[in-house]
């Protein structure tokens, strides 16, 4: 089945450790993107990639590191320079064409501890 | 800063109530209004969209509104279910350079009492 594919589902992290997220796609979309969720808040965007090798910084992006180099995966790194960490992260992608939707993981719950 | 304006926070409704909520949004190149619901612990999943060369579009017992002139939109769940209680975010996405990037409403959470 296509879809996206979020590792781990629940993390913890020692506080001043570096920790990365996987996402990874088979839908074959050239666009993926990254999104903070903090509870009964919206999605904010960390980065995003709309081509391999490239990749933009959302509206959160400090303390946050990715890569884009293969088209399927997009990991997220959340470095020790990021001052709360802990949150729901989401992956989503998309295809690049006129508005068209997102498509989801099921979502990387992150907990320092 | 694009931005897409959703309202209530929350939303609390009887079983069979026709719970509704707003969106507004301020860039005209926008040209695609999704819906997406999500479940607590889940990803947000589309629910329905709209393109603005329409003013309603249905699906089962949804419902989207969209009002260009006005730049607003809004989603209606006719005779809702304690199934649908979930939190609802609008978003709003655009062709050119950043095609299929979304701008997010900040969520409405639904309760449906039984």
């Known amino acids: 089945d296509g879809g996206i594919t979020q590792s781990p589902k629940y993390l913890f992290r020692k506080e001043g450790q570096n920790v990365t997220l996987s996402c990874e796609q088979n839908l074959n979309h050239d666009a993926m993107y990254w999104y903070r969720q903090d509870p009964g808040q919206g999605l904010r965007l960390i980065y995003y990639s709309q081509i391999v090798n490239d990749f933009q910084k959302g509206d959160i992006a400090e303390g946050y590191s990715v890569s884009r180099e293969k088209k399927e995966s997009f990991p997220l790194t959340v470095t020790s320079a990021q001052k709360n960490p802990t949150a729901f992260y989401l992956c989503?992608?998309?295809?690049?064409?006129?508005?068209?939707?997102?498509?989801f993981g099921q979502g990387t719950r992150l907990t320092v501890v | 800063q694009q931005q897409v304006k959703q309202s209530p926070q929350s939303l609390i409704v009887q079983k069979g109530g026709i719970p509704i909520i707003n969106c507004a949004y301020e860039n005209t190149a926008f040209d695609y209004f999704p819906w997406y619901q999500q479940f607590p612990g889940k990803g947000p999943a589309l629910l329905i969209a709209?393109?603005?060369?329409?003013s309603e579009k249905k699906e089962g017992r949804f419902t989207i509104s969209f009002n260009k002139s006005a730049k607003q939109f809004s989603l209606h769940i006719m005779d809702s279910q304690p199934g649908d209680s979930a939190t609802y975010f609008c978003a709003a996405s655009m062709m050119g350079i950043n095609a299929g990037k979304s701008t997010f409403g900040d969520g409405t959470t639904l309760t449906v009492k039984p």
């Open positions: 989503a992608s998309s295809i690049r064409q006129r508005g068209t939707e997102a498509f």
């Open positions: 709209i393109r603005p060369d329409v």
